[in-house]
């Protein structure tokens, strides 16, 4: 099998973040390309939200201007994510590639596997999800990690790492944040709703969510998490990860995306 | 092994087509509602707006993920599946007949001639599964 593709961890500015991935999607999807893996963070705090969701309804616009959140709307389903300290992966392939199944949920359970692997060499004793509900259908919360639903990472019962995907054109997109830390008050004040008491809604997500931090000590860098990660991948598929960049077409493709799809969170598909 | 009807074309991209005359009814296969799993909600074009072939025309949200609706024709939409508004479980259930979700007024005929019949599209599905 040819070699795979691991585009580094670096952070990046939020928009820029959406418009990489995507764009190494569309290639992907266009001309085959390797499938790729990326880690990357975010160069200031942002809430990333659903290809579906209600950015009116569902995000506190003013609360994220106030705050310094800029919102981005994700390529990907899904809910709100509120990214700070996390870690965020991508993996985009052609959906015949024989290690994914056809199906979008048995293909997110085995990157979700993967991701599992790589906290456990880490230390952290981590499950999938074996029930939950789906998101958009039972929650009426705005926030990915209110509640976990099927083949998400769990740690003792509480969620550590949200994830969503996107197919078009005989390729997938699958993007996830792996939360270093986690902030509910944060991901409170951005997200809807806010009818019931924010004291309930943080006190809800303080037992729901969990984070890398609250098992961890802070001498396990970003930097160890990703070799964690990295190492679970290459194991878990029996594939070779060779670092590289994005071509040419990606950048033009990244740059174009920025100007004309990732500065309006007005866009359609 | 799944039944695609004989009185449907198809795309590529896992979409089939039911004409009559110059009207083309438009839904997703079996095939495609499966590997989506249980469909959530769908984003469709407005009545009268263009849909371009290769393009997407909509977006379909399913169970942690979602799938662009590429179309396998260019025309105007003259019909959408309001149905759907009030059960997309249809959509799982019946992609063939009633979870259809667009009507087009094909603008050039020969877009047809680049479509599959039940037979092609069953061999192209099995190429798919072979192609890495």
Not at chain 1, 50 to 74: S, Y
Not at chain 1, 105 to 125: A, F
Not at chain 2, 104 to 112: A, G, P, Q
Request: charged share 25%.
């Amino acid at each position: 099998m040819a070699a795979w593709r691991l585009v580094p961890f670096h952070r990046y500015p939020p928009r820029e973040n959406m418009a990489i991935d995507e764009a190494i999607f569309r290639e992907v999807q266009r001309s085959g390309g390797p499938p790729t893996i990326r880690l990357y963070g975010w160069l200031s705090p942002a809430v990333s939200i659903g290809h579906f969701q209600h950015v009116d309804r569902e995000i506190d616009l003013p609360a994220c201007r106030k705050g310094g959140v800029t919102v981005v709307r994700r390529p990907t389903g899904g809910k709100a994510v509120y990214h700070d300290d996390d870690l965020t992966y991508a993996v985009i392939a052609r959906e015949n590639t024989s290690i994914f199944p056809p199906t979008i949920l048995e293909t997110y359970q085995v990157i979700s596997q993967c991701l599992v692997q790589g906290l456990h060499k880490l230390g952290l004793e981590a499950i999938l999800s074996a029930e939950g509900r789906m998101p958009g259908k039972d929650s009426l919360d705005a926030s990915c990690f209110f509640v976990p639903s099927l083949h998400e990472l769990l740690v003792k019962g509480r969620k550590i790492c949200g994830s969503a995907q996107m197919r078009s054109r005989g390729a997938f997109l699958q993007q996830g944040s792996l939360l270093m830390s986690f902030n509910p008050e944060k991901t409170c004040d951005v997200t809807m709703p806010h009818g019931e008491p924010r004291a309930r809604r943080v006190q809800a997500l303080r037992e729901k969510v969990t984070s890398l931090y609250e098992h961890l000590p802070r001498s396990v860098t970003g930097e160890d998490v990703c070799k964690s990660i990295i190492g679970a991948f290459q194991d878990g598929w029996g594939v070779s990860l060779a670092e590289g960049s994005l071509t040419p077409g990606e950048e033009a493709l990244k740059d174009h995306l920025l100007e004309t799809r990732y500065g309006d969170l007005a866009w359609e598909s | 092994m799944k039944v695609f009807p004989d009185d449907l074309l198809y795309s590529r991209e896992h979409v089939w087509v039911r004409v009559e005359g110059d009207l083309a009814t438009i839904g997703i296969t079996d095939l495609a509602q499966e590997k989506l799993g249980e469909v959530h909600s769908v984003e469709l074009p407005e009545i009268d707006t263009e849909v371009e072939r290769d393009e997407p025309f909509g977006a379909i949200e399913a169970a942690k993920g979602m799938v662009e609706l590429i179309s396998p024709l260019t025309g105007n939409v003259i019909n959408v599946n309001e149905d759907l508004i009030d059960d997309i479980g249809i959509v799982n259930s019946d992609p063939h007949d009633t979870g259809w979700m667009i009507v087009v007024e094909i603008n050039d005929l020969d877009e047809l001639d680049d479509l599959l019949d039940s037979r092609g599209y069953h061999d192209f599905i099995l190429q798919e599964v072979e192609g890495e």
